[in-house]
């Protein structure tokens, strides 16, 4: 089967790793439109050795085209989603706009590819946070073991996530220290130079942000309702690859060795982890990978059942393009792309 595939945001970050999934991964397509807003017309991206020019999102005909792939922000995404939908194609949105509404899956293909049954009410499926999704695919194996009960959860989330203007940000401002010129804030609320901000998205009544909200919800929705999550997430001076400390308490015992044997069959997963230096992933490695890595995997000796474990993953792969192209397969692999393309 042939496809038909649209890209909408072709030119940002997550933009332009689907199209570079998409090529490496040799999806079926006939045919790759990149679709940006109207400031980036004709604007050329990469899609393998061929160049796109991109469209106008205004007036680009989605008639006719099997999936669309959009990474255009929440309220890009709530407005154009619904409307392309009814056109035909399937959306696999990647903004928080339709995660939490029960018409739309919400979906890892690692951990609960049967929730794509229930795309067809609005066509569109919704790709989770960047932090979740990495955390879902190491929870999965285990929660199937011994059931979680508790995650206790710190992120140390990088500039990538927040946009391309964010690293330049850091760029600008790392640069700016050295040869003394005067720090300019405008993506973060506080230098994240040579710094750590414990703050990402808005802040919520609770004193939670929006980020670690999701984290929270998100988890309930694709693994299991019954988890208590409480998360705590802080933007960190890395270009690319999101980190993530992991305490998690269990129904059943699980041993520590158990652990690392599920987790190295479960797919999506690599473990490294060695009791020695370099004996385990920094995100600096786990950089242009499709795995989410775990290390330091370990007992918690303070409650009955606890495991800790470190883990990373390239937050605009796995955290986003590379979960989008996934959904895409897992829905021809399940015949759900029927239609053959002209």
Same mark, same amino acid.
Request: glycine share 6%.
């Given at each position: 089967?042939?496809?038909?595939?649209?890209? #909408?945001?072709?030119?940002?970050?997550?933009?332009?790793?689907?199209?570079?999934?998409?090529?490496?991964?040799?999806? /079926?397509?006939?045919?790759?439109?990149?679709?940006?807003?109207?400031?980036?017309?004709?604007?050329?991206?990469?899609?393998?050795?061929?160049?796109?020019?991109?469209?106008?999102?205004?007036?680009? &005909?989605?008639?006719?085209?099997?999936?669309?792939?959009?990474?255009?922000?929440?309220?890009?995404?709530?407005?154009?989603? @619904?409307?392309?939908?009814?056109?035909? @194609?399937?959306?696999?949105?990647?903004?928080?706009?339709?995660?939490?509404?029960?018409?739309?899956?919400?979906?890892?293909?690692?951990?609960? /590819?049967?929730?794509?049954?229930?795309? &067809?009410?609005?066509?569109?499926?919704?790709?989770?946070?960047?932090?979740?999704?990495?955390?879902?695919?190491?929870?999965? @194996?285990?929660?199937?073991? $011994?059931?979680?009960?508790?995650?206790?959860? $710190?992120?140390?989330?990088?500039?990538?996530?927040?946009?391309? %203007?964010?690293?330049?940000?850091?760029?600008?401002?790392?640069?700016?220290?050295?040869?003394?010129? /005067? !720090?300019?804030?405008?993506?973060?609320?506080?230098?994240?130079?040579?710094?750590?901000? /414990?703050?990402?998205?808005?802040?919520? %009544?609770?004193?939670?942000?929006?980020?670690?909200?999701?984290?929270?919800?998100?988890?309930?929705?694709?693994?299991?309702?019954?988890?208590?999550?409480? $998360?705590?997430?802080?933007?960190? @001076? #890395?270009?690319?690859?999101?980190?993530?400390?992991?305490?998690?308490?269990? %129904?059943?015992?699980?041993?520590?060795?158990?652990?690392?044997?599920? !987790?190295?069959?479960?797919?999506?997963?690599?473990?490294?982890?060695?009791?020695?230096?370099?004996?385990?992933?920094?995100?600096?490695?786990?950089?242009?990978?499709?795995?989410?890595?775990?290390?330091?995997?370990? %007992?918690?000796?303070?409650?009955?059942?606890?495991?800790?474990?470190?883990?990373?993953?390239?937050?605009?792969?796995?955290?986003?393009?590379?979960?989008?192209?996934?959904?895409?397969?897992?829905?021809?692999?399940?015949?759900?792309?029927?239609?053959?393309?002209?």
């Amino acid at each position: 089967m042939d496809l038909r595939v649209a890209v #909408v945001g072709a030119t940002g970050n997550v933009g332009r790793e689907m199209l570079s999934i998409l090529d490496e991964r040799l999806f /079926p397509a006939a045919e790759v439109a990149a679709i940006a807003s109207s400031s980036s017309i004709g604007k050329e991206v990469s899609f393998g050795e061929r160049t796109l020019k991109c469209k106008n999102l205004e007036d680009f &005909d989605f008639r006719g085209y099997d999936i669309v792939l959009m990474s255009a922000g929440g309220k890009v995404a709530k407005e154009w989603a @619904p409307r392309i939908g009814s056109l035909g @194609p399937v959306v696999i949105d990647n903004s928080s706009a339709w995660r939490m509404d029960p018409r739309v899956p919400l979906v890892v293909p690692e951990v609960n /590819p049967d929730a794509i049954a229930g795309y &067809d009410k609005l066509n569109i499926v919704a790709n989770p946070n960047c932090s979740t999704a990495q955390l879902v695919v190491a929870l999965k @194996p285990l929660h199937d073991a $011994a059931k979680v009960k508790r995650v206790v959860v $710190a992120t140390y989330q990088s500039v990538s996530g927040a946009g391309k %203007e964010a690293m330049e940000e850091l760029w600008t401002q790392t640069r700016g220290i050295f040869v003394s010129d /005067p !720090l300019v804030k405008e993506n973060f609320t506080k230098q994240i130079a040579f710094n750590v901000i /414990p703050h990402i998205d808005v802040f919520m %009544e609770d004193g939670y942000t929006k980020e670690e909200w999701k984290m929270m919800a998100e988890t309930k929705k694709i693994l299991d309702p019954a988890i208590k999550l409480t $998360a705590t997430c802080v933007r960190v @001076p #890395v270009f690319v690859g999101h980190s993530e400390a992991v305490n998690v308490e269990f %129904e059943n015992p699980i041993s520590a060795q158990e652990a690392r044997e599920l !987790l190295r069959e479960a797919p999506g997963i690599m473990v490294v982890d060695k009791h020695e230096d370099e004996g385990y992933v920094t995100p600096v490695e786990c950089v242009g990978e499709f795995a989410t890595f775990v290390s330091r995997i370990r %007992e918690d000796v303070t409650v009955e059942n606890g495991l800790s474990f470190w883990c990373v993953s390239d937050n605009l792969r796995k955290g986003a393009a590379l979960n989008a192209v996934q959904i895409a397969e897992l829905m021809l692999n399940k015949g759900l792309l029927r239609r053959l393309a002209a």
